[in-house]
């Protein structure tokens, strides 16, 4: 026993002495990894995957790939071929080399421009017949986002839209209204249109959906929730009340720095409880269109359910309606990617984001609506 003992220390004492020597280790060598750690394109981030060598630039809608000076970080020492700063046509792929005493790491850098145009889609063959013939708040949205992106905007008809004709389309607005009844007609439901989307939405599409239309993400299989549930599609009635969203006060997590509240910085208002105004005193329709979540935790409406929701269907809850003092029943959704989706969806279904009001009178925080719109577009836009 005290042989093997012996033995046992002996072993011990070796093996420090190796690993204190560090035989493998010569200080003479250069440590810097010959690698890219940033690179920008007309101040855009690009995504670089050092084991691949692919350096991936997503430049902005309208952006000239033949003109674009990159701006290149790596460790001291390395040696960067077209040097940064250099302003290159990237209408093809180009090679960046990374180079040290210990070698070169050739990258190969693609470039993309994103599609510039912004679609409305809807049931009406043409633009102009949607117009004479739709509900007065998409008649009304529609009308918004052909003024606000009048060089872009493009109307997309549901009866005849094909996965060609997105080719060119940044993001998709589809908002829906009616009397009635808050199911969408067949025409988005099944066919072609149904199956077109999901290929869109798979391919990384985005899509912005408002009123009745936040059903369409269930439609088309990414709101898998099934809690889509508080929905109405009443006459409308008159109330003395100015109704607000929140976006974050009574939540555990805020989501008032979200690009739908910030993108366009000084855009939207807010009240004294931090609260955002969208529909003052007057006739409403009040046109819900909300998941009802409390079934995700313990019974009742507890906090927390907002986070659990996002961690079970990949869906940031963004809004509700002003002054709920727990997280029941989400309005503003963002549905991120999620396999096989690599697109991005947000949907917009609290009632109080009408676009036109039924008894003739201003709404003044209509603007914050449009606000939240035009917020949820630009963002939308950029991914």
Same mark, same amino acid.
């Given at each position: 026993?005290?042989?093997?003992?012996?033995?046992?220390?002996?072993?011990?004492?070796?093996?420090?002495?190796?690993?204190?020597?560090? +035989?493998?280790?010569?200080?003479?060598?250069?440590?810097?990894?010959?690698?890219? &750690?940033?690179?920008?394109?007309?101040? $855009?981030?690009?995504?670089?995957?050092?084991?691949?060598?692919?350096?991936?630039?997503?430049?902005?809608?309208?952006?000239?790939?033949?003109?674009?000076?990159?701006?290149?970080?790596?460790?001291?020492?390395? +040696?960067?071929?077209?040097?940064?700063?250099?302003?290159?046509?990237?209408?093809?792929?180009?090679?960046?080399?990374?180079?040290?005493?210990?070698?070169?790491?050739?990258?190969?850098?693609?470039?993309?421009?994103?599609?510039?145009?912004?679609?409305?889609?809807?049931?009406?063959?043409?633009?102009?017949?949607?117009?004479?013939?739709?509900?007065?708040?998409?008649?009304?949205?529609?009308? %918004?986002?052909?003024?606000?992106?009048?060089?872009?905007?493009?109307?997309?008809?549901?009866?005849?839209? &094909?996965?060609?004709?997105?080719?060119?389309?940044?993001?998709?607005?589809?908002?829906?209204?009616?009397?009635?009844?808050?199911?969408?007609?067949?025409?988005?439901?099944?066919?072609?249109?149904?199956? $077109?989307?999901?290929?869109?939405?798979?391919?990384?599409?985005?899509?912005?959906?408002?009123?009745?239309?936040?059903?369409?993400?269930? $439609?088309?299989?990414? +709101?898998?929730?099934?809690?889509?549930?508080?929905?109405?599609?009443?006459?409308?009635?008159?109330?003395?009340?100015?109704? &607000?969203?929140?976006?974050?006060?009574?939540?555990?997590?805020?989501?008032?720095?979200?690009?739908?509240? $910030?993108?366009?910085?000084?855009? =939207?208002?807010?009240?004294?409880?931090?609260?955002?105004?969208?529909?003052?005193?007057?006739?409403?329709?009040?046109?819900?269109?909300? %998941?009802? =979540?409390?079934?995700?935790?313990?019974?009742?409406?507890?906090?927390?359910?907002?986070?659990?929701?996002?961690?079970?269907?990949?869906?940031?809850?963004?809004?509700?309606?002003?002054?709920?003092?727990?997280?029941?029943?989400?309005?503003?959704?963002?549905?991120?990617?999620?396999?096989?989706?690599?697109?991005?969806?947000?949907?917009?279904?609290?009632?109080?984001?009408? %676009?036109?009001?039924? +008894?003739?009178?201003?709404?003044?925080?209509?603007?914050?609506?449009?606000?939240?719109?035009?917020?949820?577009?630009?963002?939308?836009?950029?991914?």
């Amino acid at each position: 026993m005290k042989q093997i003992n012996i033995a046992l220390l002996m072993a011990i004492i070796l093996c420090f002495s190796s690993c204190e020597e560090r +035989d493998n280790f010569d200080d003479s060598l250069d440590s810097s990894l010959n690698i890219i &750690t940033e690179l920008k394109g007309n101040e $855009t981030q690009a995504t670089i995957d050092d084991l691949q060598g692919i350096i991936n630039l997503v430049l902005p809608p309208n952006s000239d790939a033949s003109n674009v000076m990159l701006e290149i970080e790596a460790p001291q020492g390395i +040696d960067i071929s077209p040097a940064s700063g250099s302003v290159l046509d990237l209408t093809q792929s180009v090679e960046v080399i990374a180079s040290s005493a210990n070698g070169n790491r050739v990258y190969q850098l693609f470039t993309k421009v994103l599609p510039n145009e912004i679609a409305f889609l809807g049931e009406a063959a043409t633009f102009n017949d949607l117009i004479a013939t739709a509900d007065d708040d998409v008649v009304a949205a529609a009308e %918004w986002l052909q003024m606000t992106y009048p060089d872009d905007f493009v109307y997309l008809n549901a009866a005849a839209v &094909t996965i060609d004709d997105l080719e060119s389309v940044n993001v998709v607005m589809f908002f829906y209204d009616q009397v009635g009844t808050s199911d969408l007609p067949t025409l988005f439901t099944e066919g072609t249109a149904k199956s $077109t989307f999901i290929e869109y939405l798979v391919g990384g599409g985005k899509l912005l959906l408002g009123g009745m239309a936040t059903s369409y993400a269930e $439609t088309i299989g990414r +709101d898998q929730s099934g809690l889509l549930l508080i929905k109405g599609s009443g006459a409308g009635f008159d109330s003395p009340d100015t109704w &607000t969203v929140d976006g974050g006060v009574n939540f555990v997590t805020s989501q008032l720095n979200h690009p739908i509240y $910030t993108f366009n910085e000084g855009q =939207i208002s807010f009240d004294g409880n931090g609260f955002m105004p969208i529909i003052n005193a007057g006739f409403r329709e009040d046109h819900n269109n909300l %998941w009802d =979540i409390a079934p995700l935790l313990n019974p009742g409406h507890e906090l927390g359910q907002f986070n659990e929701f996002e961690r079970l269907y990949g869906g940031k809850v963004l809004g509700v309606w002003g002054g709920v003092g727990d997280e029941c029943c989400p309005g503003i959704i963002e549905f991120m990617p999620q396999s096989p989706y690599n697109g991005t969806i947000i949907a917009i279904g609290i009632g109080g984001m009408e %676009w036109n009001m039924n +008894d003739g009178r201003d709404n003044p925080f209509l603007e914050n609506v449009k606000a939240v719109y035009k917020n949820s577009i630009d963002y939308l836009s950029t991914l």
